[in-house]
């Protein structure tokens, strides 16, 4: 593929991400029937010199996104790339809806500008599952010792769902290969039933899509959305536990699949008798089912995985490095990867070989953060703020210029990675943005790591830092 081309697809594909977290950042405010109605089929176009430029199926469209929301919407994109952005809209014809004008027709023009938008469509996208991550298909996970069982019990799921294993309760350490196996099932049951409703969502996305139900006064459209699914894949299911009438609402969700022999896969880092959600009622349906608990992966697994992964990233890594990575990061596939890509940028950086020399570097780093407990919010929060000389306020406050953007995307960054902390609890202590943001931010900072070494250096100076006090 041609370097221009390339950089062109990656390129839509960041303007997509952006637009997508705007929609999620505005539709509490805007609400779901504006953006079913106007800004659903809007494309983004170009990002450029400042200005984003959305790409909208005709005029009159274009006359009322720029009256009503261009100015929340330019808001949220500035507050997402972190810098001033102005939005210009444009009418595009490759806009999805213009894609199937046929079967969609446009929405009625507004009588007037303050007349309601036309209803939504019957299914709302309000309650929509979470899409499946192509990398998370059986195929891709390398099965051991550890996870032997999980994986055989998520292959029979996959191969006769709703029969034998129902529930299947997968629980284990985090990152070692839950949400993975969990989208492989939904991967496999497509594959070999593209018309099947296979709802992966996590207990974040539950408990969400919950209290949006009750707050827009939309529990019938929750329930039809939740219980018409086939296959229900339920992630993270601890984020749950705590909150008790999601609680019950799960309950009920799950109990009217179950009784209705549709498959239901729950996975938890925590073990179900740990879990609080753990009812009697509840616990006797599980126990009904199959509990498989996921365990690290033992050395030899630890070097197949690596092995793949730099394959995948299409890197030639010798045996005798992926054996010492292996040895050195023993607690999760997730950091275990983390190892090598970090290693890998470290040789890609400064244009030098993959040694052991190398890893022994990139490592070092690595070993002695893996190492770092009992770390708060508030110290980084306050560690970020003395780096970036910025107040504690600012920082979590809306300002948006260039510095305090990017003081906020290290503290999110960093707080995801040293602490243990929800993404839904971060983000409340940013003035309540939305887990998405989170990530957003986190990734986009997380790409600025890698092209920009005098930012990489700060931030792993701030993180030497909040590690050594949290020592103290
Ligand atoms: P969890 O949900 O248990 O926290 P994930 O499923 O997100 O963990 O796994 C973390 C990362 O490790 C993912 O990139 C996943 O693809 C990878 N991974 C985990 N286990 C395996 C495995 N057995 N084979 C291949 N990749 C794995
Ligand atoms: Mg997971």
Known sequence: MPDQLRLDIEMQ?????????????????????????????????????????????????????????????????????????????????????????TT?????????????????????????????????????????????????????????????????FLYGGVGLGKTHLLQAIGHELLVRNPHARVAYVSGETFTSHFITSLRDRKAEEFRRAYRSVDIWLVDDIQFIADKSSTKEEFFHTFNELYLTNRQVVLASDRAPRELRLMEDRLRTRLEAGLMVEILPPELEMRVAILQRRAAQEGADVPPDVLYQIACTVTDSTRVLEAALIRMLALASLTRSSVTPELAARALGAFVQESRVAGISLLSIQRAVCEYFKISEQEVIGPRRDRQTALAR?????????????????????????????????????????????????????????????SRE
């Open 409 to 469: 995307q290290v503290a999110m960054y960093l707080m995801r990675e040293l602490t243990r902390k929800s993404l839904v609890e971060i983000g409340e202590l940013f003035g309540g943005k939305t887990h998405s943001t989170v990530i957003y931010s986190c990734g986009k900072l997380e790409k600025e790591l890698k092209t920009d070494a005098g930012l990489a250096a700060s931030v792993k100076e701030l993180r030497a830092k909040i590690a050594a006090s």
């Open 13 to 101: 594909g960041e303007l997509e991400t952006l637009w997508a977290s705007v929609l999620d950042h505005v539709e509490a405010e805007l609400g779901q029937e504006a953006i079913a109605s106007w800004l659903q089929d809007a494309v983004p176009v170009a990002l450029e010199g400042g200005t984003f430029v959305l790409g909208v199926p005709n005029s009159t469209a274009r006359a009322w996104v720029e009256k009503k929301y261009a100015r929340r919407l330019a808001a949220a994109l500035s507050d997402l790339q972190g810098e001033p952005l102005r939005l210009e809209v444009v009418v595009h014809r490759a806009t999805k809806r213009a894609a199937r004008s």
């Open 104 to 168: 969609s027709p446009t929405p009625a023009p507004p009588a007037s500008v303050s007349a309601a938008p036309p209803p939504r469509p019957a299914v709302s996208a309000a309650f929509a599952p979470i899409p499946l991550n192509e990398k998370y298909t059986f195929e891709n996970f390398v099965v051991g010792q550890s996870n032997r069982f999980a994986h055989a019990a998520a292959a029979a799921v996959a191969d006769q769902p709703g029969k034998e294993y129902n529930p299947l």
